[in-house]
């Protein structure tokens, strides 16, 4: 099975214009940015493998029974590829846990439909059951410098991912690439500045 990187969201400021633009218009929701790894979970074999956004397989994370056992309540199928984030390496209190954005590839076959459809495709799969230790995030609209100053307060949470819901995935095999689709507004750290 082929492994797609994962498209990349712009880096803005919570100061930029954009943000309010996007704010006012009903095509653009946000989620909740996570202090956890991207996570692209590929399903071959009967078997999960954890990548990170560089193809490289986490090597110090061994999936507790616990966590496998909801992934596969799931009923993903074979030679399928989700994007999501790992919380389990950044932070003390959350481990095991795997919040979900996005599907790439399902059953051998690329998801080309917007991205309000590729969210249906993975709400399908949870059934509107919930699971301890993974879902798929949440999408607000409207008022994001607010939901944005909320979140950030919790220091399990870096920010807001801004996500078009007509965005289509850019399939790429050599390299993530960033798309004009998704805005990333985060916290300062000491690592960088605005």
């Known amino acids: 099975m082929l492994y797609y990187y994962p498209n990349r969201p712009y880096l803005i400021s919570p100061d930029n214009p954009e943000v309010m633009i996007k704010d006012q ?84 076959k690329q998801v080309r439909e917007d991205l309000e459809t590729r969210r249906n495709i993975l709400l399908e799969h949870f059934n509107n059951r919930t699971f301890p230790n993974i879902n798929v995030t949440q999408a607000f609209s409207g008022m994001f410098i607010e939901i944005f100053n909320r979140v950030i307060r919790d220091h399990e949470k870096e920010g807001l991912v801004l996500k078009n819901k007509h965005g289509k995935i850019t399939f790429t095999t050599n390299k993530s690439v960033d798309v004009l689709w998704q805005f990333k507004i985060r916290k300062e750290n000491k690592n960088y500045k605005f």
Not at 57 to 70: A, C, G, T, Y
Not at 77 to 98: A, R, V
Request: with cysteine; hydrophobic share 40%; proline share 4%.
């Open 25 to 108: 218009d009903p095509n653009w929701h946000a989620e909740i940015k996570w202090m956890g790894d991207r996570l692209c979970l590929i399903k071959a074999n009967n078997k999960f493998v954890f990548m990170n956004r560089q193809k490289k397989e986490f090597s110090k994370f061994v999936p507790s029974s616990e966590l496998l056992e909801q992934l596969n309540a799931l009923n993903i199928p074979n030679n399928s590829q989700l994007d999501g984030e790992l919380m389990h390496f950044k932070t003390k209190e959350i481990k095991q846990t795997i919040h979900f954005y996005d599907v790439y590839v399902l059953n051998d």
